[in-house]
């Protein structure tokens, strides 16, 4: 199993590598206000900015999954790897901790700093620390949710219309979360959206010809 998620990391080393420079921008946006003048404004125009770069990196998971799917199918690599004494299954897993590996690669770090900067900034009230852990596992999740997508509509590459299919609903996704923002329901919802969605992908990697 571990030589399979070196091998997709390696493959798709690229996703980590952008994971790493949005999670430093995103950082230093974050950090930017507390060390200039001007901080509310600073701060709300940062905000903005924030919300904008989450989207496009939420994006960019969606394309992790086509990019992992698509490649796979063009490239024959689980037909290769299926002769050798791997079942579909741990591909598959191995594929799906690689992705979650990268999402992680995003969020850890900014989890981290945030929590430094609460407990050096903020006063010590408890909902500070509840929204930030709401905020973070929504983000957590909705990158997830798309990546799911992602990995589904890749998979369906025999036609353009299951790709294009995907990034509509990974827009929808965005969209609600932009609109409704980090709520209990939508963290449900996004959890009850991610099962149906790892049922569906494993059904199709498992029941497809390679």
Not at 13 to 31: E, K, R, T
Not at 68 to 73: A, L, R
Request: proline share 4%.
């Amino acid at each position: 199993m571990l030589t399979l998620i070196k091998r997709e990391i390696r493959d798709h080393v690229v996703y980590f590598f952008a994971a790493v420079i949005f999670s430093s921008i995103l950082i230093s946006i974050s950090l930017t206000p507390i060390f200039e003048s001007r901080r509310h404004y600073r701060l709300l125009s940062g905000l903005g900015t924030v919300i904008t770069i989450t989207a496009i990196v939420i994006f960019g998971f969606f394309a992790m999954g086509v990019g992992q799917m698509y490649t796979d199918k063009n490239r024959k690599i689980s037909a290769f790897l299926s002769t050798l004494p791997v079942s579909r299954s741990r591909i598959l897993i191995a594929r799906i901790v690689t992705g979650t590996l990268a999402i992680l690669t995003l969020i850890v770090p900014q989890v981290i700093v945030t929590i430094i900067l609460l407990r050096l900034y903020a006063p010590p009230v408890p909902v500070y620390s509840g929204f930030i852990a709401e905020v973070f596992a929504g983000i957590f999740l909705t990158a997830f949710a798309c990546y799911c997508i992602g990995l589904q509509a890749g998979w369906s590459s025999s036609s353009i219309v299951p790709a294009m299919g995907g990034f509509g609903l990974t827009c929808i996704l965005v969209s609600l979360i932009l609109i409704k923002g980090f709520g209990l329901h939508i963290i449900v919802i996004l959890i009850l959206f991610i099962i149906a969605s790892l049922i569906r992908i494993r059904h199709l990697f498992t029941s497809t010809p390679l």
